[in-house]
C-alpha cells in the first residue's frame, strides 16, 4: 500500500470550483499558504495540525493529488495577517485588504456558517484564524 493511502485527507475549500482553483495553484507552486479559522477546528473538535504533518491534497473529486507537508501553523488575530502570508495564498491577492474581502465572502459563505453551526457567524479584526505554510512533497498520479 503507498504510504499516501494512510495521510489525512487535505481539504481546501469546498469541492467545486473554488477547490479546484485552489488544488492548481498548490501544483503549480503559487500556492504555499492557506488560512482557516480557528473556530472551525472547534466546531469538528481538531486539534491543530503540527508542523511536519504530511497530509494527501484532496480535488473536488475526491482524489488524492499530492502530498504536502506543513512546514508551519500560526494561530493569529484576523488582524494581523501580512501581505507575504496573502500573496503566498496564491490566488492573485496583491494587498492585505484584497485577501480579507476575498476571505470574508467564504467565511460568511452559508456552506461556512452550516459548517460551524452558526447562522451569523461573521469575522472581524479579532477573530482567531490559522495561518498555515506547506511544500509539496510529491505528486500523485491515478
Known amino acids: 500500500m503507498p504510504e499516501h493511502e494512510s495521510l489525512p485527507p ?4 469546498f469541492p467545486g470550483p473554488l477547490r479546484d482553483q485552489l488544488v ?5 507552486g503559487d500556492k504555499v499558504s492557506t488560512t482557516g479559522l480557528l473556530a472551525e477546528y472547534d466546531a469538528e473538535q481538531e486539534e491543530l495540525p503540527p508542523v511536519g504533518e504530511r497530509s494527501a491534497l484532496i480535488d473536488s473529486d475526491g482524489h488524492e ?3 504536502i507537508e506543513l512546514t508551519e501553523v500560526r494561530v493569529l488575530r ?5 501581505l507575504r502570508h496573502a500573496v503566498d495564498e496564491g490566488e492573485g491577492y496583491t494587498s492585505v485588504a484584497a485577501w480579507r474581502a476575498g476571505h470574508e465572502k467564504f467565511w460568511h459563505s452559508a456552506e461556512v456558517r452550516e459548517a460551524l453551526g452558526d447562522p451569523e457567524f461573521e469575522v472581524d479584526d479579532d477573530t482567531l484564524v490559522v495561518a498555515e505554510r506547506f511544500r509539496v512533497v510529491e505528486r500523485l498520479t491515478r
Open 78 to 82: 484576523l488582524g494581523d495577517v501580512d
Open 65 to 67: 493529488v499530492a502530498v
Open 24 to 28: 492548481a495553484a498548490v501544483l503549480s
Open 10 to 13: 487535505y481539504l481546501l475549500a
